[in-house]
């Protein structure tokens, strides 16, 4: 073989080693991407998890001070009851409903009791507020003792299902 010959064979043989080599370059930097991308993925996925927890635990905490809120209507409900101060009753049977109705609506992961608690006072609020509004219409007295007794049993249930959704916050 002449010299030209033998110099052609090398640069064929070193660009066929460079062509090998710039595979496995580009090989090892197509596996480097991918990894870059299953991590991004991951790091995405965490986020969007720890989003959603904080969600649920403003939406919980909402729901919390909500029923707090609701709660301390009610003890108010029992003074006003006391006074006798119908007209003003009447304004809060409805704020309290609605607050209760927020409750139940906006909170997907209410437990089934939870719910059946928040009917059962908005139920009784309902009842509540129509026998004070025929009482005014019509004259009738009311007795304000046996209304707080229905209002303080309402009270407790709620009391109970927010001691119940302090727990969950805590546990």
């Known amino acids: 073989m002449t010299t030209a010959a033998q ?3 090398v640069l064929s ?9 710039g595979l496995l370059v580009s090989i090892a930097g197509f ?3 991918l990894i870059g991308v299953y991590r991004s993925k991951n790091a995405a996925d965490r986020a969007r998890e720890s989003a959603e ?3 649920h635990d403003i939406f919980r905490a909402s729901a919390m001070i909500d029923l707090a809120a609701a709660m301390s209507v009610l003890q108010e ?8 101060d119908w007209t003003a009753l009447l304004d809060r049977y409805s704020a309290l409903r609605a607050t209760l109705i927020t409750i139940r609506a906006s909170r ?3 437990k089934e009791s ?5 009917q059962g006072a908005i139920a009784q609020l309902r009842t509540i507020e129509d026998k004070v509004e025929r009482a005014v219409a019509t004259g009738q007295t009311l007795n304000p003792a046996k209304l707080n007794i229905v209002v303080s049993n309402e009270l407790d249930r709620l009391s109970e299902v927010l001691g119940s959704m302090r727990i969950a916050d805590n546990g």
Do not use: P, S
Request: hydrophobic content about 45%.
């Open 114 to 118: 939870h719910a059946i608690v928040i």
């Open 77 to 84: 409900v029992k003074r006003l009851h006391r006074q006798q």
């Open 53 to 55: 927890n904080a969600r």
């Open 31 to 33: 596996a480097w991407t």
């Open 13 to 21: 043989t070193g660009g066929n080693v460079a062509n090998i080599l």
């Open 108 to 110: 997907q992961d209410l």
């Open 7 to 9: 110099h052609a064979d």
